[in-house]
């Protein structure tokens, strides 16, 4: 819907017509009536109007064919900004612009406390300035204020045929300098922005846009465009270092901060974004970081990008070409059989098509990319990554394709081919019961000798040749394969696990064992990447994990010889631990975790060898480190081998886990607060689950994580949920739990791991 001009005008801004030279023609006077008589319902009309529309789109939107330039000032300094015009459309008799205006907040009355209706107009009206405060003392200082801000507006249209530029000016000494330069353009009915704006972010919406579709880093035209994010409040920087032949310059900052009309508050992060151009010819390979330069700790945050720099001396800014891993572009796969040579047909006999790629440093975030057509296409150009883990999973009926191995071909600017080689493993389940064992073989050998109503439902089972045909030969590889699986025995695990971790192999060639131990018999080469489950373990034993594998069960080692570095990653997490401290007074408090299940991943606030905070009877914390103010300590871990106890525990129906939590965490002990907290993350992960197998750990977890409290805490209650999801029910006996009672110094913990399947 539109708003009549004469509306607009009763704002305050006022608005008059460019210079009219030459007079306009006959054919455009329509369409120059229509601009006098209507504008968008998004013009500005007040001063939270003009604010709202910076702090989302910037100081140049475009919509409706409309262009809105707004900005604020200082309100003192108001007369030292002005705009200047140039193009085609400034020279015809059409309301091309309106002449600056200016909004400055309105002052209104005190309400009467009494007086709801007033009270609650006056609180709406603070709401849309951003006074969240509601305190009026704001008002009385801030119209005496001189250096307060004001907004300036100016609308435009642009013909079709015409285009238009406006330029900023702010005085300095008895001349004007130009600080920013808009152009726009009408060629075909829809006016355009042609400047660097139309795509050089100058909002946070528009920041984060801008990253989610370009990364921090990238390419645009001759720019290096680097988004940083810097809380300065922390005394972190941001600091740019170069090396090589090449050399860029930083050209342009743009600022997407948001006006905000009271005082920045502690820990609000800066957005902006550096333009850096070309300065000399060659390679150049650049680091962003973001930390603190006079601190020995870690960089809060570090970016590489990798450049070619062709400067041209200079001319139109020279050409940039982006080599970084992180660029945008296309890595296609194509999958290929190792015997065959031949490229793999993917059709509708595959249940599970997918390749999954997984960072051995971050084995809980894996990446899958599914596979519809071979070759596929990721829309990453990072997608192969040599020191990560790939497992395909391509299991049609008769086998499965396995241990793949890479080639990159090719490699351009925007995408890179790589091929990827799997080995056929035919299951030799001709029969298609889910078995293999003696009756395949009986029935393979009576379809080679043409028995009557001999049949092979899947003959590519029987394929252990991999030649695409079946003869005497894998008749023979059958028989022998049956052999060997028949003679391997394995030592019986003293503890059988149901709900084992899930797991995966970090380098080639991990040995499975017929026993905890090398002396025993090697029966597979497990290659990197394979994911398996554990199934078992004995007793005083953290070195060695009873699994399967496929079709074969044996003992692999998890740790190497110092006993120390892992040989598999778990993709199970301990998620979600929050700790909450309760003081009978104020006090300082050192809190330490020891962890020996699972690698420490995420921590707010930062965990530097444990936390140092001022704790509050009422469970206020004041980290000693950089002053911010907290309910609760978080951490969370990943690459979890914790065993957890499902021996007893309960088995929950989806929908009724949101009663059973508040029940059971009511009287284990949790207060509203604490058990609303632990509801609101844990209930959308587990109420859509048809049922929830839940344990409450005891000594499997806090053995696994330790806590060290210094002063020691006088009662201490650590609830711990692990639970697995399931399709069915089970039957599991029921779980006793105690209830805590606080006293004295209390503290309270909660966490949660969700044990895939």
Not at 524 to 540: D, V
Not at 595 to 604: I, K, Q, R
Not at 611 to 622: H, I, K, M
């Amino acid at each position: 819907m539109k708003n009549k001009l004469i509306a607009f005008l009763t704002t305050g801004l006022m608005m008059t017509s460019a210079v009219a030279i030459p007079p306009v023609y006959a054919e455009e006077e329509a369409e120059s009536d229509s601009l006098l008589d209507y504008l968008p319902d998004w013009t500005p009309k007040n001063f939270g109007d003009a604010m709202r529309l910076y702090n989302k789109y910037g100081s140049s939107p475009v919509e409706d064919n409309y262009i809105c330039l707004v900005r604020p000032v200082p309100f003192d300094k108001k007369d030292d900004y002005e705009i200047s015009y140039g193009g085609s459309m400034y020279y015809i008799n059409t309301p091309a612009c309106f002449s600056l205006g200016t909004y400055d907040i309105e002052i209104p009355e005190k309400p009467d406390p009494e007086d709801y209706g007033a009270v609650r107009a006056y609180e709406n009206y603070c709401d849309s300035i951003g006074l969240y405060t509601h305190d009026y003392s704001f008002f009385e200082n801030y119209a005496n204020d001189p250096s307060r801000y004001v907004f300036q507006v100016d609308m435009f249209r642009v013909l079709k045929g015409y285009d238009l530029t406006v330029s900023m000016l702010k005085k300095s000494g008895d001349n004007y300098t130009e600080t920013y330069k808009y152009s726009f353009e009408n060629t075909d009915g829809t006016v355009v922005q042609t400047d660097i704006y139309s795509w050089l972010p100058d909002s946070v919406p528009e920041f984060n846009d801008y990253v989610s579709v370009h990364g921090t880093a990238s390419v645009n035209d001759c720019f290096i465009v680097y988004c940083s994010e810097v809380n300065s409040s922390t005394g972190a920087s941001l600091k740019m270092e170069q090396s090589g032949e090449g050399k860029v310059k930083k050209v342009r900052e743009s600022y997407c901060t948001p006006f905000d009309i009271m005082p920045t508050l502690d820990g609000e992060t800066s957005r902006s974004v550096i333009l850096y151009q070309a300065a000399a010819d060659g390679n150049v390979d650049i680091k962003w970081t973001v930390g603190r330069e006079w601190s020995p700790e870690e960089p809060f945050e570090q970016f590489t990008g990798k450049y070619e720099i062709k400067y041209n001396g200079g001319i139109e800014g020279g050409i940039i070409i982006d080599h970084s891993p992180s660029r945008k572009g296309n890595t296609i796969f194509t999958l290929i059989d190792k015997a065959t040579g031949k490229t793999i047909s993917i059709g509708n006999r595959y249940a599970y098509k997918y390749m999954r790629k997984t960072d051995p440093q971050e084995p809980n975030t894996s990446l899958v990319f599914d596979i519809s057509e071979n070759p596929f296409t990721v829309e990453s150009i990072n997608a192969y990554d040599p020191d990560c883990i790939y497992s395909v999973s391509l299991d049609p009926s008769g086998g499965r394709y396995d241990h793949p191995e890479f080639e990159i071909t090719a490699e351009y600017l925007d995408h890179i081919d790589v091929n990827c080689y799997l080995e056929w493993i035919p299951s030799g389940d001709v029969n298609g019961n889910g078995l293999f064992n003696l009756a395949d073989m009986v029935s393979l050998q009576k379809w080679l000798l043409s028995a009557p109503d001999s049949e092979l439902k899947f003959w590519e089972a029987a394929d252990f040749c991999r030649d695409n045909k079946i003869d005497a030969f894998d008749l023979c590889l059958m028989k022998q394969e049956l052999l060997e699986r028949k003679i391997i025995s394995y030592v019986e695990p003293e503890n059988r696990v149901v709900y084992g971790a899930y797991c995966g192999v970090l380098e080639d060639g991990l040995g499975l064992y017929t026993g905890p131990g090398e002396e025993y018999e090697c029966i597979a080469k497990l290659p990197k990447g394979t994911e398996f489950r554990e199934r078992g373990y004995q007793n005083n034993n953290d070195v060695w994990m009873f699994i399967e594998y496929g079709d074969k069960c044996g003992w692999i080692k998890i740790v190497k010889e110092d006993g120390v570095t892992r040989t598999i990653y778990s993709y199970d997490l301990v998620d979600q631990p929050v700790i909450y401290l309760y003081p009978e007074e104020e006090t300082d408090v050192h809190v330490e975790l020891e962890l020996t299940g699972s690698d420490l991943a995420t921590t707010y606030p930062k965990y530097n060898n444990g936390w140092d905070v001022t704790a509050y009877p009422d469970g206020r914390l004041l980290n000693k480190a950089d002053g911010t103010h907290h309910r609760y300590l978080f951490w969370d871990s990943v690459n979890c081998l914790t065993r957890f106890d499902f021996s007893k525990g309960f088995c929950v129906d989806g929908s009724d886990t949101e009663s059973f939590l508040k029940e059971k965490l009511t009287y284990m002990g949790l207060t509203e607060d604490e058990m609303n907290e632990f509801i609101v993350y844990w209930l959308p992960r587990m109420e859509h689950n048809k049922y929830n197998l839940i344990s409450f750990q005891g000594k499997a977890y806090t053995d696994s994580a330790k806590l060290d409290i210094t002063p020691a805490p006088d009662s201490e209650c650590r609830v711990f949920m692990a639970y697995v999801p399931l399709e069915e029910s089970v039957d599991i006996e029921p779980q006793q739990l105690e209830t805590f009672e606080r006293k004295g110094f209390a503290v309270v913990e909660w966490g949660g791991c969700e044990v895939k399947q």
